[in-house]
């Protein structure tokens, strides 16, 4: 049977990290979708990547990854259970507490190999599991559960599960009604718990028998999810001794982390650029002219009421040659856009002939996501050759991969840059409630004088 608890007595018999007959295996279909699955002889783990049989996952290690039998892409994960992984694919007898209140707990109850932990609430021994491996081998967990419709199958369910999973001799699984009958007589006047936790509706109210059976320096951790329930416990925890009372609400939020190809698209070509215009000058400053086309002015006489023949002749050649100007701007104007138009196909033809030119090569961006399977391979994808339960990809050597990584790095042309980015999930999972800790202290009842006091004053 797999065993959540690491192994310290050094003997490869105990766990050589092989699958085998019974053991409990995490299912790994995708980073959301885990599942657990106990070993069974003729039995099929089925999921939408394909049908997995038992007898193929016996025998391999964990870790290991399996494709499906049908010959298909299909595969998922084989993951060796552990108390965080079990937290996400146990069934449900209860609400539960997840990998970031759990870690929390065993950290500001400062647990430790050989730590006594008193536990209310066992529910479906998701906490249990952690706090048995924080305090395995030589440590102890006393786990209560109350509720009278439901203590029947958390006990059994959690002592079966406990035991199955390697932790039978470190946890000890009761039924009793903590709240209102207190813990054992027995551990009271023990009095050497590392750590209390409770999860009850009214935790104020073993505040009193929890203080007895800590060791001085002990650690206490309540968990409600009402803030009304946290205020009457601190109030029950200052009368009973305890100090640096903190409360603490864990908030987890995931980040998806994606990697991005971003391409840098070359600027436009712009058009050629118009003479500039020149200012305007001031009618009060300036004589009215114009220039002709072999640089004459003609000056008009200010205040005549008629031109002579040869002023007419100069002022039409004048306005014949701003007129040619005027065509000629727009003619520019007009060839402008075609120029632009003829540039951007012959950078597009060019793309595509480049495009084209990698694909003859072979190292194309479909080749490199999805290459075609070597016949061989396909006959062994048929079941022609190989050994049972044995994938076709599996076959492919590391110069199999390293070709195709050399083809991914030739895809990537030049301009393109290959971005990772972040974003934060909307959701904040975790939220469950509020955890209380608090420190018991021992005060004494007269003040004590040590004997070095005593010498020193005499």
Known sequence: MPNMLPDTSGSAAVDDGIIKWGDLVVVHESIHVMKSAYMSKGQIYNSKFGHFKHEDMVGRPFGSKVYSDQGSKGFVFLLQPSPDLWSLVLKHRTQILYIADCSLISFYLELAPGSIVLETGTGSAALTHALARAVAPTGHIHTFEFHEARSGAAVVG??????????????????????????????????????????????????????????????????????????????????????????????????????????????????????????????????????????????????????????????????????????????????????????GAAEVTEGVKAAEGVEEAGVSKMEVDKVERPAEEKGVAQGEGGEKGQAPWEKRGKAFWAEKDKKRKLDQQEGEVIMVTSKPSMEARGHTGYLTFGRKFVVPEKKEVFPEKIEASA
């Open 158 to 343: 959690a002592r079966r599960e406990l035991g199955l999973h390697g932790m039978g001799k470190v946890v000890t699984v009761g039924h009793r009604n903590i709240m209102d009958l207190g813990f054992p007589k027995e551990l009271e006047e023990k009095g050497d718990a590392d750590g209390v936790f409770l999860d009850l509706p009214g935790p104020w109210k073993v505040v009193e028998s929890a203080a007895k059976c800590l060791r001085p320096d002990g650690k206490f951790c309540s968990f409600s999810p009402c803030i009304e329930q946290v205020q009457r416990t601190c109030e029950e925890m200052e009368k009973n001794g305890f100090t640096d009372i903190t409360t603490v609400e864990v908030l987890l939020r995931v980040h998806e982390v994606r990697s991005e190809q971003l391409v840098k698209v070359a600027p436009p070509p712009q058009p050629p650029s118009a003479a500039p215009i020149p200012p305007a000058q001031d009618a009060g400053t300036a004589p009215d002219a114009a220039a002709s086309a072999d640089g004459e002015i003609v000056e008009a006489a200010a205040g005549s009421a008629s031109l002579t023949n040869a002023e007419v002749s100069d002022v039409s050649a004048v306005t014949d040659v701003g007129a040619a100007t005027d065509a000629g701007a727009a003619t520019e104007a007009a060839e402008a856009p075609a120029a632009l138009e003829a540039a």
